[in-house]
């Protein structure tokens, strides 16, 4: 009796050359975060429930992959920050802050498998976490390491959104509607696609009065660019504190966002998002591929007052955001927007035409000792199948070894894309496969 | 209430130098086997149990971690040699043979936690799998990639010591010992601890003849080089085929372990060792650190026949072996072989003794922007504090922005390790920290 090799629905499993795709961004993603100095962590992928869930709830706690072994209730984590947070408290006395950290790592949830939702992904954060506080300015430093990444991964036309809660829980406090603002934002946060109109149906069902609604919708219709916004925040005449207080500190972040070198043609003031997270208190990002809007925000996240609350009474302010990388691996594959002509890990595949592999393996050696990925092929197969690996694999050149090429000491090597072929001695092989 | 932050036992959690060093490990490792060609894989950890347990049994059905969540029965991975299995089945018609795949990534034993020992730990596999057959060649890149992955990673006196099963099988089978062989094989594993008077001693306690004992201590007695042992096993006159098939096999393996590169002086012919798992077949490896042989055998497998029997008919061998990465470094660390001086992601820390960070900011960015990772100190903090933090992180330099700096369009460069300090222009601070 066999047993059928299956992969679970909701798990990401590619072959190879796509792995390779994969880990050429994910590579990009980690090399840019170290960029900017943040710091590599690791934390197991399996935690006790009760640390995991000490601030969960609903939804969350529904989705966790939860199971007993021994005496233990344990479970997996499904993000990067509960981990972090319990990695701050509990290793406190040696971290320095402000403590900058990357981790990029698979994360669970146990949700109904569809397209595009898994139930393994890999998340790839960076937080700034302050020891009691934190500086406003690391909330302009967060979208200079978007930019450098988004760049770094091959795309240019992206705008980062940026946006204050402060600016938006103020409003509803300066009007007086603190009790409906999440049915507000929720409203407010379908513009794009029901329109003004139909904004202010939805807020007239609210039984808001008329008055309130055309100042919701007077704050809804600034636009122009990010300066002329903070100018019209201004001119709309709020005097509630929270409102200016987020006023100042968004104008102050994007007046650092451009010393940070981020062009005004990659980030704008979007004073409708909100982020669905209850814990972002100050400055949130959203991150859209402008070509690609229907992707959703690629990369998001914010500034929060405490992240270690349910472990700690020490205040640790932090702001950061995420790449749900195998979601955006996934669609950007699925929508055509990066191909899947990857090329293989080796720059060369070796083969032999002799009755041995001799000199395959010598050439081999050689190299490898030069630093360039090479296969040799091994197997005592016809020509044909030798090529037909290559071709399966897309390794860029071939370096074929006959009787002549033995005898010279050089090998015929062919270009795969082009199929130009010629004898070069083993120093312009290595010359030619360095610089390609 | 608060939740006490804690992570489970027997799980490895770093602090950010040290996770840098662990890292730095992972990444020489992984790029010494791309440097072979082998292609990267990343399989789900959590897998359908009757796909993972197919094979298993024993002590790993016990330490397995396995839970239900809706219907299904799931469980995580334990090693990386069964989700190949699954993959190499499941993907048959998508990939080339031979098929050479690493595989770096966390595995799952629920054993007793004690020192060295992880519930949580890295395994790095390269396999290389054939469909139907594999040529004997195989076996012998392996060790090359050994050589090349344990040099990479700082080690020069290390042995791979190289054996084939069937020369133990077949010793056994001439000598018709076969029922015994598990027992003998047991023994004779302890021969470096008990001498060779006590192995002959468990031996008759058996009650083989001491005529057949004789020809197991000949067999072990064989001493000498390479070549010479390989001689004095052919002087032996034993006519079992599958001895003598071992034989040539093993003979076959040194001499292309020779042309792939390996030197004689780090691998030699090992008799003895026969891997306790049960599916290999043929020739098998375990690698040491001479200097530290308390290490254990810190790389090992070797060929088997069958991968994936219980997943499908067809037949296919491979060869492949391991690191346990997480045991390794912890032991290396534990040991002291490795120290705890590792500099920070970090080559430079910029810090402004201004009132603001403007110029910090720019000159940050003007780094990143030259490949130089970079990190900027933001928080409004006396000069000690920042000096403390560089300290904590071990960055090797610190560039300074005062009044004069700013004016200049310099920065002041000190190098934390020598204590030197000096004003430089950006270009040269460019210079400085890409040099060294």
Known sequence: MKVEPKTL???????????????SMMDKIRKSYERFGFLPLDTPIIEMADVLLAKAGGETEKQIYRFNKG???????????????????????DISFPFKRYQIGKVYRGERPQKGRYREFYQCDIDIIGDGELNLINDAEIPSVIYTTIKELGFD?????????????????????????????????????????????????????????????????????????????????????????????????????RLFGVPDTNFKVDLTIARGLDYYTGTVYETFLNDYRELGSICSGGRYDNLAEFYTDRKM????????????YSKLRELDI????????????????LDNN??????????RKNDINTDVYLENKKIKAKF????????????????????????????????DQKEVSIDELITILKQD
Chains 1, 2 share one sequence.
């Open 9 to 23: 629905p909701g798990f990401m499993e590619l072959l190879p050359n796509d792995q390779i795709q994969f880990n």
């Open 71 to 93: 005496d233990n209730d344990l479970a997996l984590r499904f993000d990067l920050t509960v981990p972090l947070a319990k990695y701050v408290c509990e290793y406190y006395n």
């Open 157 to 257: 036309n992206f705008t980062i959104r940026i946006n204050n809660r402060k600016i938006l829980n103020g409003l509803f406090a300066e009007l007086d509607l603190e009790k409906e603002s999440i049915e507000i934002m929720r409203i407010i946060d379908k513009l794009e696609k029901i329109g003004k109109e139909n904004v202010v149906k939805c807020l007239q069902d609210l039984k808001i009065e008329n008055e309130k609604i055309n100042k919701i919708m007077e704050f809804l219709d600034i636009e122009g660019d990010t300066d002329s916004k903070l100018q019209k925040l201004q001119e709309l005449g709020f005097i509630n504190e929270l409102f200016l207080q987020g006023l100042v500190e968004l104008s102050e972040v994007i007046k650092n966002v």
């Open 317 to 328: 302010p932090g702001v950061g955001v995420s790449i749900g990388l195998t979601r955006l």
């Open 338 to 353: 990066i191909e899947n002509n990857q090329k293989s890990i080796s720059k060369v595949l070796v083969v032999s035409m």
């Open 358 to 367: 001799d000199r395959a393996i010598e050439v081999g050696a050689m190299l």
């Open 388 to 419: 037909k690996y290559a071709n399966r694999l897309n390794v860029p050149y071939v370096a074929i070894i006959g009787e002549e090429e033995e005898e010279n000491g050089t090998v015929s090597l062919k270009n795969m894309e082009t199929g």
